[in-house]
Structure formats: structure tokens, C-alpha cells
């Protein structure tokens, strides 16, 4: 069994490799994957319903990880695993995650196709830049959603009028200010002491993270952090350093894994293969008890695109039925808040995720780069549509047809995407309560959902 | 003439690179010009590739190998340009990643697309400390410092370059753009960017106009 030591050995003594060399392997070895394994992307299935497909799929991921391993990037070496290995270290992969504690305990187990059960849903305003004084509200916001099992936070890029430059003094304050601040939204959340399931989004370097990982500044034992690998296979020493740090904490790690679609693997089925192999890295590399996936389309930052819903499908159904690990997809769009588009977006992808064996992490919006568009509005309809996927009992047949009727609504649009409104148009910042502009367009998506057959009054009981 | 060269765009699309040597060779022979085996076989295929690679007709490994096969060309090019002419070249550009951030994918597309055009580059790599930039400006004296970022933590690094290029007296003596995932055209304004690329064709398009 590979431990964390025999890692760090290796990222020390494997092959050397230039980093260059590593990124054409990467493309290489994954068509040739591909090929072997005869996958192939078909844009009249984005929900395919093909179990043999999923299951060339997680080996086609297993294979790529056993023949590229994982490059660090500090040391220019290749981290190489047997077959045996990495089985191995999947086999005895945690089948759970816990978060919190006591009372505020939320246990996620693994999710299988086509599981009845309602996903879990991490609330998280995945890397919106926001102020200082829009940063609570916002994340009180996300916290206080009835359907919100864990949150986290935005960023903020300026502190006290100074950029938040990784590797300065003004990282460390902030990423402290950032724990600080996010218990204090639970706390006005009414939920004190709700699992943050990511507790540094502002500081990316390690000193900085250690600096705030403390529990009297709200960083309780039973919160998490994300650790995540670097597109594509690689790794260095600032993110295993995070990892050496949380094996001794109370803390619980996310492996965090963006293959692009279109980058160093290529298309659709490439891009899928590689995400499976990176679920091996972070079971190995990461020690992660939770997996998340954002694979993202390389020209239009989201995974709402008809070939990034199958993606995001066949990698989901691939894990589902062939691992026991604890995985959520990571919801990635391409408009903005308060717009009709955002909400067939949100659907088609909770949909897609919540039949193919994902729990769900909702959401980055307006191809998560405009400051301040962010609101919890977005990850309620994701939520909203998940559980009642789950309730309704969708099957993958029946979620591809939705899918479809919804992909017609917006596809055409996402190069162009709206980027919609900002926080303070959304939301009152003072009662922290959602605008009825946005209500009101909620209560019309759903009339248009419940037609395609979704059934609301199952997560009204 | 437009045959041979027709057939070389092809090649380098294809990435075949042992063909295009030949090409080349066989172009020469017949006494087509150095400069149109450059423009009209090599560049006008980049250009091409740029353009499906922006549309997802290609995908990231095939840029790439029709990049290196176009490297391939230019290499037994190179005796038979004139010398004087640098080579074709449109200008030279310093680039690299900003301090912290080891996401460089964007910033390889962009060397791609703007070495296939014609450009000179000189790749700093990644994670490029603030200072490191400003020295090899100096030391280099390129026509443009192309900066890039994917993360909203590291970006901030951008206007530090630029601030540091005007405290030693270098900001008027290159052309600065910046790009990555979480740049925006009014931030690039703000910190007092000559330029903005919102994708690899748009850092095209604005090298070559700043670049005359």
C-alpha cells in the first residue's frame, strides 16, 4: 500500500522528464487510450445510458494514469505507480466523508448511477472576486440555504486597499481574515458551526494556509481544504506541503481536478480519461477522502456545453460503477446570475450530475471571472434540481431527453454568454435576502421544468 | 509554385515533419523565395491551425505538433533567408507566467500562435518572480512583455511588474499586454497595460498592431 511518504520519495527519485516532454506525453498517451478503449464522443447522447461505455472509460483512466503517472513540477520527476498500485490504493480509497462534528455532522457516502438517494450539495461561490464589505453577506448568503450541507467562500483581491499578492505578508492576513470571516457568516447564518468544506479560498500558498488553519479564528476540526492538481497529471511541492500539513490535521482534504477540454489531452473523450486518472492522483498523491471535478471547456470556462455535459456524465457514471470513492462535480457557467440562461444551465448540468453518481458543488458563474457575480441563487436551482432529480427517480434515458430540450435553450449562447447581474442586484446585501426579480424567474424555469417532468412538490414536503 | 505551397500548408497542419523538410527542400529547388516558403507555407498553416484550434476543429496536441513541425521547417529555412531580415521576424516578445502561478497552459498557446505568425519569443516559463521580468527586459530590450495569469491571487503581480518597469525608467521603452482567465479589459486598463488578449488570436491581433 503506498503511503504519503513513498509519494514524496518518488517525487524525489523517478524519472526526470522536461516538463514539455510531459505535457506532449500527456497527449499522446492519452490517444492512444482512447483509441484502445474505442471511446468516443456522441454529441446525440450528452447523458449517455451505456454502462460498457463507463466502464472502457475507467479503464481507459486507469491504463493513462499507470503508464503517465504524475509530474511534480519542482523536482521535474515523474511519480510512477503500478497497476497493482493504484487498484490497490482505490481499493482501500475512503467510501465516505465526514465533515463537521456533533450536531453539525454531514456524512456523504459514495454515489451510485442513478442513485434515489438526494446528493449532497457544498454551496460554494467557487472564485468570485468580491470586497471586503460584500464578503459576509455574500457567504452568509450561501450559508443559510436550507439545502446547503456545507459552504465556502468568494475571494477578495484587495485587503485593506492592498493587492492580495500570493507570497506576501498581506496573503497571510488575508487568508486569516478569510477563516475569520467565513465562521462569522455561518454564525449570522443561524448555523455557527456548519462544516466549511473549504476554508481558504483567498491565500494560495501554503504559509498562508497554515496561518488560518486554526479553530479559534473558525477554522473548526471537521472543515476542509481543497488540494488541487495542475492541468494536466502534475503536481508540486506548494500543494503537497498542504497535504503533509492536513494528514496531521483535523481537517478534511478535497482533491481538486480541472482537466480542460480541448488543452494538452484533447477532446471530449480524451479530456474524460484523464479526469478519471486524476481521481488515482489524488487518492495517491493527495490522500483525498473527497473528490472534485471541474473539467472545464478550455475557450469557454464552463461544463455546460453539450460535449462537456457527456464528459462530465461518462467520467461520473465511469467512477460511480467502478470505485467506491465519494466524488462531486463542480458546476462551472458559462452566464451569469438572473438570467433565463443560467437557469436551463444549472438544470442541464444538476441533471447530468445527479443521475450519472455525483454529489454536487454548485457553482461558478459568468465563466467565473466578473467580480461580484455571485449569488446563492445559483447553487438553490442547482440543488433544488438535483434533489428532485433524485426523487423523481430520473433515469439516465430519461435525463438525456431533458438535457436535450434544455441544451436547445442556450447552447447556441455560450461564447456569448450574458454575464448577468452582480450581487447587490440579486440580493439585498442588508437583509441578505434574494431580490423578487430573481425569485420570480425561478418560479418561471420551474413551471417550464415541471413540464419537461420535474415534480417541485417533492422537496416541498 | 502555389501547389508546392498549398501542399506544405497541408503538411504542417498535418504535423508530418520529415514531409515538410522534404517540401522545403524540393521548394527551394524549384527557386521558390526563402521569404514565400515562410509566409505562404509555414505562417499561412499556423495561422490556419490558430483558427481551428479557436473553434475546437483541433484540439491542444495538434496545435502543438503542427507548431513543431513549422520549428522543423524554419530550422533548414534559416540558411536560405536573407540575412538582414532577422528572419521574417515581426518583432520579439518577452513572456511568461506571473510570480506564484504555475498554470502556464495559456501562456504556451499564446507563444504558439505568435512564434507561427512570426514573432521572436523569449519564454520565461512560469511562476516568473516580479523582478525577473523587469531584469530580462532590460537585459533583452524586447519590443513587448506579454504577461500572464490564471489566478486572481497571482494576477496581482501584473501591476507590480509594470510599476517596478516605470520606478527604473523602462516602461516607455516596451509595449506591456497581459491575458489569462481572470484578466479583465478594465483591470488591464487600470494597471496601466498598453494591451489586453482575451484568447491567443486576440494577443495576435494586438502585437501586430502595437509591433509595426
Redesign the interface.
Known sequence: MIQFWDVIERAEKGKSLDVNEW??LV??TT?EVVAKFDLKYDPDNPVPADDALADRMYEAGIELFARMGIFC?DTGKVLQFTRQEILEALENAPDRAVYGSGNHTVKIPHRTVEDPRDPIVNFSAV?T?VTEELFVPVCQSYAQEPMADTFSGP?I?KFRDI?????SPV?VEAGIWNVVKLREAARWAGRPEMPIHNFMS????TDATIAAARPELGALPGDGLFVAA??EL?V?Y?RLKKVAFLLHSPYVIGGLYGP?M??????PA?TAALLVAHHALGVLAFRAPRHNAFPV???N?CNTSREMLWLVSVTGQALARNTHLVTFANAFMASGPCTEMILWELSAHSLTSTVSGWHLNPCAVAK????LHCSAMEPRIHAEVGHVAARVGFDRKEACRIVKVLLEKYEKQISQAPIGKSFTECYDPVTVRPRDEYLKLWDKGKKELTKLGFDFELIQQ | MNEILTELNKEVQIGDADKVKQLIQKALDQGVSAMDILEKGLRSAMEEVGKKFETLEIFLPEMMSAADTMKAGVEILQPHLESGSEGGKLGSILLGTVEGDIHDIGKNIVKIMLEGVGFEIMDLGFSVPTLSFVERVKETGPNMLAMSALMTSTMVHMPRVIQFLKDRGLRDKVKVIVGGAPVLPDWAKEIGADGYGDNAAEAIKIAKEMIK
Open positions: 505535457d506532449r497527449g499522446k490517444a513540477i472564485g472576486p475571494l483581491t493587492g492580495v499578492s500570493s507570497g496573503e483567498i491565500a494560495e500558498r495542475v492541468a502534475k508540486d506548494e480542460l480541448g488543452g494538452f489531452g484533447g477532446g480524451a471547456h478550455i475557450h470556462v467565473n471571472r466578473q467580480p
